[in-house]
């Protein structure tokens, strides 16, 4: 199915017969025929008579029990009361939410002070705002109003826009909402009325094609049976019909001639779109309600022509709302790093205000007995006849003045445009990552999509991968490959196929096709053989139990309708046309019966009891009333549930050869599911009836409706298994390399779940987390969904290593919230996996260009810019605090105001934003050819303490250099501040940016438009703040520009502050290169330097298989 | 999900608009570009042409700087009377306004100085980039008359004892310096050109031509230099000159230009008038003649910067060759 070179290798490599290379899974059925105990069989049901008296085996009842207790009961406080069709006495106690939604955050009126609120919760903008204030004091009035307010201002409005336009959106969309038109009840009749309207307790009509306007219960519908169609693809993605049941005891009615009156109890609101307990009080009978009765806002009703139901959630009660919020925000490792580093740049810049301060006091100490009268100081003030201090507070307050104006001047050394610029180069490398052709899924139509955006570079420094194996590692598209049916094995399947054909009417057609064996089919046309009867029975099986709906789709040819099977799980689908392949097509399906094509037979069967699939029962059951009247349960489910419901004292040989062949299928990688099935004695059916009524009827107290199935399944009987069962290697294209490289020293650990039951929570932990980390491939099978999050929490709390998390399925949220990065597969397993993630695709393969390629570019140009964002501040604000040395500290800036606020603003945001997204280090070929390149990001050697500590020093060198060529080679002459301060802007500015450029790896153009036009742009700035009559500094830059002077300082502080650092870099890519460096010169010269000899400490590849 | 044996066709009546992104070089970031790489010869190409760069220009520097001719002559210390040692009779000698404080000072001139000479008074430790001071002025009140109550960042100097506002207010411009210097040579007086010493757009779009100065040094604390009332501030240089402040607390200010070459040897003769009192706060007043080059004046510090950074450059470059050799990849 994919053409990658990897997955045919591995393919190829299990050499075994059985495998149709098309198909990207393939499944096997065996199925052994074990005789039922009852001795009522009639017809061709009866499988012989080995044991008279089924054995029990209990084994699985301690299960049950625990798995019913985690059922919540709910008591009347915790119940909701709703009055069917009286919405004033269901409100008038409670005020249920009515049915209008409100998205929109603000009204035009909160907009402002809810805007900056929300605003404000960034630490950043509080220290931004905190300055501001301080500055707007008269005795620290350091900057100019405009100048310390503009940058404040100018993000706060940006964002206030972005905000206010994205609200207006959410507000048009309520509104067009809120005002759609729903059929509801009001005096006995339907009326349109606007969803806004809707209250709790009312009857809705829903017609075909409709959206639900809100949760209701279902009441009735057009279909008899009192089935409903729903396609709930607004609310989990999930394109295929659902089936929900009105309950018999409502469908017959019609609220329009007779009022419906009842008393439905249910849970509160919860965000559960999966589940629902509630139960109905209707003509004095007491009727339970699960999650198959109730259908949620902004599912669409689908092939029935009408619902009715009660309203139980609406407005933002509803499921759908609640399930509205966002993924969790997370922060990247690289970010919670950085926020370390950014504390030291606050101790060096609380540390730079002491000095000042400190030095300051000390001057004016030094100085008291000539502060009154010095020129340049004049503290008394002799205008009125006493005289008074001017403008003077006493030693302790000027120095406390100072200090905090020195953290008005020096404030960017927290670099606060760094947070704007992260956010801006997230969203850039997002864009690139959503746009990559190789993320985009063919099949499924889908882009990569990021959902949560501040983690980005997270995915450059991955060590953990935890992975769910069902429909992530493999792809979840089954077929029917072989089957053992009563101890034989049929796996002879060719691609050839039958038509499928029916007595009269049009011919139907199964809509997928199955290779077939032709022996089973053989056998299963002839069914009056004792192999035939096992036959029979395996393929009712595969059609009914189930909870497929069939769907006659027409053709262009009219005499020819396909029959197109929709359902939820994949399985059941491959199971059902394979059946409808061997002549057992499933026609029909309601609550009540369904209708099977047996050979061209249509066939009624009623169903008198279902028990749908669930991950811990592991099993689904059935109970079907047959046409000769006996009545027969039928059981599908893993192999472990299956074989310990087995009546053991059946065939021995049977059940042995069937286990072989389970064996022998399960090792060719196929997935296998068993299916078993007794018949019941009248007797039998009474008494479990009974006890499954009044299981069912207690309000959540499911304990003992498991009660009554545990007794039931002890007695059924194997009949036969499936299995079906994919290959993990194969679906694991080039991930395989890059996680399993390390040739012969490979260590493999499984565990199963059972066992991680005692291994979790105890001191187990610690031994298993010391093994674990000397394999290089862990294997967990059978895991619950939340041990699936233990395991990632056992990794992410006892190491600082990052941890990914990637599944498909519902069962996979919890690991993929616990993980540091969570990867959601679009499969078919539903969207809740990736609604929950941080990151979707739609395939498992995407994961290799994913970490390898954007997750290293990601992280390369992140860690780069912080760096680089932490030196440019602290350079300037050096370049400050040394001039303020030569002022008698008090904190006069050479640099106009403006110019210090736009230095990190317009002088030199755009190139580190720029290199930020577009940077590459090495292309795309590269980083896939040699994985190891991606070790670089895990030993974080882009950014570490080290790093930080040198680059520190190196803009230690850089601040010096730039203040101090000008001030030497000006030194006692008649140069003016202001003309020196241009030329310590220019000379920064030009420093950093040349500083920039020296890291560029690639060249395109926008790069040098960004570094040169930023460089450009500050001259005209410099230039434009110099031609403003009012400011002291007028003219002055064009006065100094006019001296040589000038320009060789400008010159000789470039080169002389870079030089160091230039032999440094040489030195090192010389001596020491890293891995990255020599990929990078192979690529550029192609030459033999491969980075072949590099050392890879790999990762740990998780793979937790769930349930099967 | 499938397209391939469409197990699921049905249910996507939703139209397939392809979400395939749209390719470009630019999305799939497969723009062209230029991938420098620091090989050995462009290593040593750069640093060798650094050091062919900065070299020469380190040369001329500083023979650029070894052609001026500087004479700078610190006189706050011997223009008072002899018996003034101590700090105070020092600071009573400068505030008695009665006294005669001309001094004579002698020069030898070492070489040749050709026109322009520069006439510069230096001050040292005087902070005129201290924040009070800096900001104790009205630059609308410069401009313009309208604006001549603009004063409110110009006290304790904003108005005199009558509320009327003192043009020019401030710190800045109440601490004008007021020392004046003659220059003669054999008697001949050499007369210095204080025309053009201010910048012109100071004359022009700072200093207003309507604007005089009023009420200025009339309270008792005189700080400085007082303005004669009919002259427009746009003419007042010396005011102007002043009050672009400096940027460091020690420096020169122009004072004016001698228009006529001095020869070597000439003996010049300078009479003083030590007004300015810097001696409250221990400051220095020098009296600077210097000539200028293409890089100012007198300065050997870019000069050997430049020989520094040129020879670094070399030596790196050296260095770099003879450990390519040594140590090839």
């Known amino acids: 199915m994919d053409s990658n070179s990897q997955t045919e290798i591995n393919e190829n490599s299990y050499q075994v017969p059985g495998f149709i290379r098309n198909s990207s899974s393939r499944r096997s059925i065996s199925s052994i025929q074990s005789k039922t105990s009852g001795g009522h069989s009639i017809r061709e049901v009866s499988f012989g008579e080995l044991g008279s008296k089924p054995i029990r085996h209990g084994s699985r009842g301690a299960d049950s029990e625990g798995f019913s207790a985690s059922y919540k009961e709910i008591n009347d406080d915790d119940a909701r009361l709703i009055y069917i069709n009286d919405p004033e006495r269901t409100n008038e106690k409670f005020e249920f939410a009515g049915n209008s939604i409100r998205t929109g955050k603000y009204s035009v009126l909160t907009f402002l002070p809810r805007n900056l609120f929300e605003q404000f919760h960034r630490v950043a903008y509080i220290y931004f705002l905190v300055i501001a204030i301080l500055n707007q004091l008269p005795q620290l009035a350091v900057f100019g109003r405009g100048a310390s307010i503009l940058p404040l201002a100018f993000v706060l409005l940006v964002t206030a826009i972005k905000d206010a336009y994205e609200d207006y959106r959410r507000h048009r969309s309520d509104k067009i909402e809120n005002s759609r038109l729903a059929w509801v009840l009001v005096n006995e009749q339907f009326q349109q009325i606007r969803w806004k309207e809707i209250r709790v307790g009312e009857i809705i009509k829903v017609s075909a094609n409709e959206t639900l306007p809100c949760d209701m219960v279902l009441l009735s519908t057009s279909e008899t049976t009192g089935v409903a169609y729903v396609q709930t693809t607004n609310l989990d993605g999930e394109s295929n019909l659902k089936t929900r049941y009105a309950k018999q005891e409502t469908q017959m009615k019609n609220p329009e001639n007779e009022k419906i009156s009842g008393l439905i109890k249910c849970e509160k609101p919860n965000r559960n779109i999966y589940g629902f307990q509630a139960n109905m009080d209707i003509d004095g009978k007491r009727v339970s309600l699960g999650p198959s009765n109730i259908i949620l806002r902004g599912c669409e009703l689908k092939n029935t022509e009408w619902a009715i139901g009660v309203a139980v959630f609406a407005g933002r009660e509803t499921k759908a709302m609640l399930n509205n919020s966002g993924a969790p925000s997370k922060r990247s490792q690289l970010e919670t790093r950085m926020n370390r580093e950014i504390i030291f740049l606050s101790i060096f810049l609380v540390a730079l205000c002491v000095i000042v301060s400190v030095c300051h006091g000390v001057w004016l100490r030094n100085h008291k007995d000539e502060l009154d009268l010095m020129q340049f100081y004049r503290k008394k003030d002799y205008s009125e006849s006493d005289v008074e201090n001017y403008n003077y507070y006493g030693w302790g307050m000027e120095i406390f003045f100072v200090f905090l104006m020195s953290v008005i001047v020096f404030q960017i050394m927290i670099p606060i445009s760094l947070y704007i610029s992260m956010e801006l180069v997230r969203v850039g490398q997002a864009f690139f990552m959503i746009r990559d052709n190789r993320m985009y899924d063919e099949a499924s139509n889908s882009r990569f999509q990021c959902r949560a955006l501040n983690i980005n570079e997270d995915l450059g420094q991955i060590k953990y991968i935890f992975s769910d194996k069902t429909g992530t590692l493999t792809e979840n598209k089954m077929e029917f490959q072989c089957a053992s049916i009563g101890g034989k094995d049929y796996s002879n399947a060719k691609d050839s196929n039958e038509d499928g054909q029916t007595g009269g009417g049009p011919v139907l057609r199964p809509k997928m096709k199955v290779k077939i064996d032709r022996g089973l089919l053989n056998i299963s046309i002839n069914k009056h053989t004792s192999e035939g009867r096992y036959v029979n029975d395996f393929f009712i099986a595969l059609a009914a139990c189930n909870t497929i709906v069939p769907l ?432 310590w802007t220019l000379a920064a500015v030009i420093m950093v940016n040349i500083h920039l450029a020296m890291d560029v790896i690639r060249w395109y153009r926008i790069t040098h438009a960004a570094i040169w036009g930023s460089i450009v742009a500050t001259f005209v700035c410099v230039m434009v703040i110099d031609v403003l009559p009012f400011l002291p500094g007028y003219w002055a830059f064009f006065h100094i520009a006019g001296t040589g002077l000038f320009w060789l300082c400008l010159l000789g502080i470039t080169i002389g502050a870079l030089v160091p650092r230039f032999v440094v870099k040489v030195f090192i890519q010389y001596c020491r290169p890293d891995d990255i460096q020599i990929a990078r010169e192979a690529e550029k010269f192609r030459n033999s330097r491969d980075p072949q000899d590099a050392q890879i400490e790999m990762n740990k590849f998780w793979i937790l298989l769930g349930h099967d | 999900m499938s397209s391939g044996d469409g197990s699921s066709e049905p249910s996507s009546k939703i139209s397939k608009i392809s979400k395939k992104p749209r390719y470009s070089r630019f999305t799939q970031q497969e723009l062209p570009a230029c991938k420098p790489i620091l090989t050995p010869g462009l290593v040593i190409t750069i640093l060798i042409s650094l050091a062919i760069i900065f070299i020469p220009i380190g040369l001329s520097s500083i023979s650029a700087s070894e052609n001026v001719v500087e004479l700078v002559d610190r006189y706050d210390d011997v223009c008072i009377p002899s018996n003034s040692s101590n700090h105070d009779e020092k600071i009573g000698f400068i505030q008695d306004a009665a006294t005669n404080k001309t001094c004579f000072r002698t020069w030898i001139v070492p070489k040749k100085m050709n026109h322009p000479i520069f006439v510069y008074y230096q001050l040292d430790n005087f902070y005129q980039n201290h924040r009070r001071y800096v900001k104790s002025r009205s630059d609308h009140q410069l401009w313009s008359p309208k604006s001549e109550r603009a004063t409110k960042l110009c006290e304790p100097e904003a108005q005199n004892d009558d509320d009327k506002p003192i043009v020019p207010c401030g710190l800045i411009a109440w601490s004008l310096f007021n020392d004046t210097y003659r220059f003669s040579r054999n008697d001949d007086a050499i007369e210095i050109n204080k025309k053009d010493i201010a910048w012109g757009s100071d004359r022009t779009k700072k200093f207003g031509s309507d604007v005089y100065p009023k009420n200025f040094q009339t309270r008792g604390l005189i700080g400085g230099a007082k303005l004669n009332e009919s002259i427009p501030l746009s003419q007042q240089e010396d005011l102007i000159v002043w009050m672009r402040t400096a940027a460091l607390p020690s420096f020169r200010k122009l004072y004016g230009r001698i228009e006529t070459d001095l020869e070597a040897n000439d003996k010049i003769t300078i009479e003083i008038q030590n007004n300015y009192n810097t001696y409250s706060f221990n400051g220095r007043k020098k009296l600077v003649i210097s000539t200028t080059t293409w890089i100012g004046g007198k300065n050997d510090f870019l000069g050997r910067m430049y020989m520094t950074v040129g020879g670094t450059s070399l030596f790196f470059a050296i260095a770099f060759s003879i450990l390519f050799v040594i140590k090839p990849r």
């Open chain 1, 552 to 983: 006659t789709v027409d053709t262009p040819d009219p005499a020819v309708k396909l029959i197109d099977y929709q359902g939820e799980s994949p399985d059941e689908q491959a199971l059902v046309y394979a059946a409808a392949v061997y002549g057992y097509m499933l026609i029909e399906r309601t609550s009540g019966h369904i209708v099977i094509d047996i050979q061209g037979e249509r066939q009624r069967f009623d169903v008198l009891g279902l028990h749908e699939f669930d991950s811990d029962r592991k099993r689904m059951s059935v109970i079907l009333g047959c046409p000769d009247k006996t009545v027969k349960v039928f059981v599908k489910g893993a192999d472990t549930s299956m074989f310990s419901v087995i009546d053991r004292s059946l065939n021995l040989n049977m059940l042995k050869a069937t286990e072989d062949h389970l064996h022998a299928y399960s090792s060719k990688g196929l997935r296998t599911l068993v299916v078993g099935m007794r018949e019941l004695s009248p007797s039998e059916f009474e008494q479990w009836h009974s006890s499954y009524e009044s299981a069912s009827t207690a309000l959540m107290g499911r304990a003992a409706l498991s009660e009554s199935r545990k007794q039931h399944r002890t007695s059924s009987q194997l009949i036969g298994r499936i299995r079906d069962r994919r290959q993990i290697a194969a679906r694991r294209p080039g991930g395989n390399r890059v996680f399993k490289k390390g040739g012969a020293n490979q260590v493999a650990l499984i565990i199963d779940g059972t066992s991680l039951v005692y291994i979790l929570d105890t001191d187990l932990e610690e031994q298993l987390f010391d093994l674990s980390s000397k394999c290089n491939v862990v294997l967990c099978c059978r895991v619950a969904p939340l041990q699936k999050a233990g395991i990632v929490a056992l990794i992410k709390n006892r190491t600082d290593d990052m941890t990914l998390a990637i599944g498909d399925g519902a069962n996979d949220v919890s690991m993929i919230q616990m993980a540091d990065v969570g990867i959601g597969i679009s499969g078919q397993e539903g969207r809740q996996a990736v609604m929950a993630s941080d990151f979707a695709m739609g395939q498992f393969r995407f994961l290799v260009p994913l970490l390898l390629v954007h997750g290293h570019w990601n992280y390369q140009r992140m860690s780069y810019m912080i760096l680089y964002n932490f030196y440019r501040n602290a350079v300037f604000v050096l370049v400050l605090f040394w001039y303020v040395l030569f002022t008698s500290f008090t904190l006069t800036t050479a640099i106009t105001d403006w110019s210090s606020v736009l230095y990190s603003v317009i002088y030199t945001s755009v190139p580190t934003i720029v290199i930020g997204v577009l940077d590459k280090d090495l292309s795309r070929t590269s980083l896939l050819k040699h994985p190891q390149l991606y070790g670089a990001g895990q030993r974080q050697e882009s950014y570490n303490g080290k790093l930080f500590w040198v680059t520190m020093l190196d803009t230690l060198w850089q601040s010096i250099a730039a203040f101090f060529v000008p001030l030497l080679a000006y030194w006692g002459s008649d140069i003016d501040g202001s003309s020196l301060g241009d030329l």
